[in-house]
T-cell receptor
Framework: GEDVEQSLFLSVREGDSSVINCTYT??????LYWYKQEPGAGLQLLTY?????DMKQDQRLTVLLNKKDKHLSLRIADTQTGDSAIYFC????????????FGQGTTLQVKP | EPEVTQTPSHQVTQMGQEVILRCVPI?????FYWYRQILGQKVEFLVS????????KSEIFDDQFSVERPDGSNFTLKIRSTKLEDSAMYFC???????????FGSGTRLTVV
């Protein structure tokens, strides 16, 4: 199939870790991305991972990639109320100019 | 930090009217894209543009849609005769030449009434 899949909703308490999961379909994807969308705002690139990597850490963010299972996760440590947003997983699909294929987004709710 | 700028932020139009959504990509970027997001749904690829022509388009991008880069800085999406189902957030994006450089604008919310 063509779809990138994510769970729709995650609720955590402030200070806890959040883990947002994603499965993708194209085993030849070279780059995978996480974007953040705050209410009424655009898409902000949070982080990305190249397909030859298993893990990437960037401050509070950790991305894990399991190529065998085509599974990508985003862990946010010490989640804050400002992290409340929709998080989109996206895979790069090659072509004439390439394009991003997005998941449906995971709404992260952070409770104080 | 360079930005992709989109105008207007919100447009309301009557069904059957033509609309033009405008984008100013980052100045040294070479590849330009339009995506759309119907409320509560996925962000979907519409079209990519390179070297003054369409490189790829999705099934959504039918004859009602067109894109143009009229003056070397603006990148526009025209919908000739809007339908209710065209109501969505439309995002413009651009990259230079690397996979990691996709920069999205803040979007135009189009409401067709």
């Amino acid at each position: 199939g063509e779809d990138v899949e994510q769970s729709l909703f995650l609720s955590v308490r402030e200070g806890d870790s959040s883990v947002i999961n994603c499965t993708y379909t194209d085993s030849s994807s070279t780059y995978l991305y996480w974007y953040k969308q705050e209410p009424g705002a655009g898409l902000q690139l949070l982080t990305y991972i190249f397909s030859n990597m298993d893990m990437k850490q960037d401050q509070r963010l950790t991305v894990l990639l399991n190529k065998k299972d085509k599974h990508l996760s985003l862990r946010i440590a010490d989640t804050q109320t400002g992290d409340s947003a929709i998080y989109f997983c996206a895979e790069y699909r090659s072509g004439n100019t390439g394009k991003l294929i997005f998941g449906q987004g995971t709404t992260l709710q952070v409770k104080p | 930090e360079p930005e992709v700028t989109q105008t207007p932020s919100h447009q309301v139009t009557q069904m059957g009217q033509e609309v033009i959504l405008r984008c100013v990509p980052i100045s040294n970027h070479l590849y330009f894209y339009w995506y759309r997001q119907i409320l509560g749904q996925k962000v979907e690829f519409l079209v990519s543009f390179y070297n003054n022509e369409i490189s790829e388009k999705s099934e959504i991008f039918d004859d009602q849609f067109s894109v143009e880069r009229p003056d070397g800085s603006n990148f526009t999406l025209k919908i000739r005769s809007t339908k209710l189902e065209d109501s969505a957030m439309y995002f413009c994006a651009s990259i230079h030449d690397s996979y990691i450089g996709y920069t999205f604008g803040s979007g135009t919310r189009l409401t067709v009434v």
